[in-house]
């Protein structure tokens, strides 16, 4: 059997520094495989988000979206979480398994929307509205987690808004476009962050009109973290997982995408005699591929399976203070049947 190539002089702890074991993969490997191997021999389940590269998602024990994705975290029980997905993300699933490995193929696999909102400066925003209670969504640090009452997901977040009693003012965070949809849902008047997801704000209004032109019977389906002008010409918005089963149960045959591409995968698995067309940004990139989900390859994957590297640490303090507001969401995500 083909075996990886090594050498006695790696040094581990200077590439996982750099945020990923830059070890070269011999090519003749059966990655799929030996991924497959290893999650046997070391008792460990691979969870992937939607955006991940279609590979990843082939080999992915478990593939959704952040509320599934938090929830298949905190029931496993496997020793070893590899996480196919971003950095708040694997946080998310140490925080639910502080005595577990958590393990993310690039740590470098940050996010815009989580960028957007730095814990110093939302600490100082909180602190000048006492009687407001904090609900985030699960895009965020988890430094902000502790900062933070309520966890929610674009699955989850209008029944955790409507679970908390209408007198009590909230601040949203980070996202402000999901924070404008929650509020049109909900008749909530939310404080909103001024924060945003790189991707979801790219998709040009005007390109996808034109689209429409030459698809007159597709549908435009969105997630409510694309801006306002998106949404409001959306024949239906939902989470990511929505946004997949609304393709699964409908009638139509031609649907545009306003989201990461990567959940078109998924989507073409499951119809596979429907079309499905991402929808275009406003220039010439491929700005609907998100830059850090795609961080993650299936050789950064197996060499994080082989030397269980690089590793998700998180400081106790981190873990208790941050997890409670996970663990309402999950909570409450039950009570509401989600």
């Not at 196919?84 to 502080?98: C, R």
């Not at 908390?164 to 008047?189: C, E, S, V, W």
């Amino acid at each position: 059997m083909t075996t990886q190539i090594q050498s006695p002089e790696l040094d581990l702890d200077f590439m996982n520094k750099r945020g990923f074991l830059n070890i070269p993969v011999d090519p003749a490997l059966d990655l799929e495989y030996e991924i497959e191997r290893l999650k046997k021999e070391k008792n460990a389940v691979i969870l992937a988000h939607y955006y991940q590269e279609s590979e990843i998602q082939d080999v992915a024990d478990y593939i959704g979206d952040s509320l599934g994705l938090s929830q298949q975290a905190a029931k496993t029980d496997a020793d070893i979480i590899v996480f196919a997905g971003v950095h708040f993300m694997a946080e998310t699933a140490k925080m639910l398994n502080p005595e577990k490995k958590v393990l993310l193929p690039d740590l470098k696999a940050g996010c815009s929307l989580a960028d957007s909102c730095p814990p110093h400066l939302f600490r100082k925003f909180k602190a000048q509205h006492p009687d407001h209670i904090v609900v985030s969504y699960i895009n965020c640090t988890a430094e902000l987690k502790t900062l933070t009452d309520i966890c929610c997901t674009s699955t989850n977040a209008v029944h955790i808004i409507e679970s908390i009693p209408k007198d009590q003012p909230i601040i949203f965070a980070p996202d402000k476009n999901l924070g404008k949809y929650l509020m049109k849902k909900t008749g909530r008047d939310l404080l909103l962050w001024d924060g945003a997801c790189m991707v979801h704000e790219i998709f040009s209004k005007e390109r996808i009109t034109k689209l429409r032109l030459r698809h007159p019977d597709a549908k435009l389906i969105a997630h409510p973290e694309c801006e306002e002008i998106i949404l409001d010409a959306a024949d239906y918005i939902g989470s990511t997982t929505g946004l997949l089963n609304y393709t699964i149960n409908s009638d139509a045959n031609t649907f545009i995408v306003a989201t990461e591409s990567g959940i078109l995968h998924q989507m073409e698995k499951r119809s596979p005699h429907k079309t499905f067309i991402p929808a275009p940004p406003n220039n010439s990139c491929a700005c609907n591929d998100c830059p850090h989900m795609k961080r993650n390859t299936m050789e950064k994957l197996y060499n994080a399976m082989t030397y269980e590297l690089p590793e998700i640490i998180l400081e106790d303090w981190i873990i208790e203070e941050g997890r409670a507001c996970i663990d309402r969401m999950l909570e409450i995500s039950a009570k509401a049947g989600l």
